[in-house]
């Protein structure tokens, strides 16, 4: 019975977690070549990857060029 956004000290709240989410589809690999004005974060942000991901999947990769070819993992 809490009104507005207010609690109070003493009072009892009740937290549910929602359900996790199923992924419906199976991790892809994916190749990316790269295009001028790419950077790594771009390319993490782009495909919701973290950069160090990227530089393990490819060589320890700490620069990009436009055409070089990158292997990404993801949904």
């Not at 549910?16 to 974060?41: C, E, F, H, M, W």
């Not at 919701?48 to 490819?58: A, F, G, H, L, M």
Request: hydrophobic content about 30%; proline content about 4%; charged content about 25%.
């Amino acid at each position: 019975n809490i009104k507005g956004n207010n609690i109070k000290k003493g009072q009892i709240l009740r937290v549910t977690a929602a359900p996790a989410k199923v992924r419906s589809n199976p991790i892809q690999n994916v190749s990316y070549t790269v295009r001028k004005g790419d950077t790594l974060n771009t390319i993490a942000s782009r495909f919701n990857v973290d950069v160090n991901e990227i530089r393990r999947w490819n060589r320890n990769t700490r620069t990009v060029t436009p055409g070089q070819r990158l292997k990404l993992m993801g949904s």
